[in-house]
């Protein structure tokens, strides 16, 4: 993290007095080495590494989503999915008026639904 010549500079400047943060008089004035921390943080992140790193990771997605897709199609095709379709076909259930049932016949339905003998 030393060899970033911006952060060295700030951590040394100890007699430079920067303005205050606000437009109030409550701010006070502060030293730019206050914030050596952050401009050593910062360059961690802020790097011409970071250049080559995001370049690394368009590659590695590219090239994974690539492999991915071939694997995808040979599962496929050992598994013989080629004609099985993502999105389940919705079945139609039948339009039933409950106003045409009394509580007898719900009941009976709903037994037999459950395979269970009424104790009547």
Known sequence: ??????????????????????????????????????????????NGGTVFFAIFMAIWATVFLEFWKRRRAELTYDWDLIDWEEEEVRRQHPQIDPTQFDYHTIVVLAARLLNWTPGI
């Open 1 to 46: 993290m030393d060899s970033s010549q911006v952060s060295k500079e700030i951590c040394e400047a100890e007699n430079t007095t920067m303005c205050p943060m606000c437009e109030e008089d409550t701010c006070d004035s502060w030293n730019l080495s206050d914030s050596c921390v952050y401009a050593k943080v910062t360059h961690l992140f802020d």
